[in-house]
């Protein structure tokens, strides 16, 4: 059973650059694609990123492109998030999530997509 493990949170201020990683475990040949996605307080969980596990394939939310890269380590099963130029706006708990074969898939941007979930790892972005 895939298991996901974020790590690398912390706090940067605005303008700087964090890297956050997904250790993926268990089952890791399953996995289709690993996406991160992000919820503020008070917001709604949104998309951010997501790499297809195969063929590195990547795409982003229009508000973080040219500013974070998703990147796969395949030796290590390990999906990073490198963020650069962060906004405070952007303080939120950060999850990875797996798509698996056995849910219905509606896109990349859809959590409902994904069917495991890390804890995630919080961001704070100081003004």
């Known amino acids: 059973q895939v298991q996901l493990v974020e790590s690398g949170g912390g706090l940067v201020q605005a303008g700087g650059s964090l890297r956050v990683s997904c250790e993926a475990s268990g089952g890791t040949s399953s996995i289709r694609q690993l996406g991160w996605f992000r919820q503020a307080p008070g917001k709604e969980r949104e998309f951010v990123a997501t790499i297809t596990w195969r063929f590195h394939d990547t795409y982003y939310a229009d508000s973080v492109k040219g500013r974070f890269t998703i990147s796969r380590n395949t030796a290590e099963n390990t999906v990073y998030l490198q963020m650069s130029s962060l906004k405070p706006e952007e303080t939120a708990v950060y999850y990875c999530?797996?798509?698996?074969?056995?849910?219905?898939?509606?896109?990349?941007?859809?959590?409902?997509?994904?069917?495991?979930w890390g804890r995630g790892t919080q961001v704070t972005v100081s003004s």
């Open positions: 999530a797996a798509v698996i074969p056995g849910a219905p898939y509606r896109g990349y941007r859809e959590e409902s997509s994904y069917n495991v």
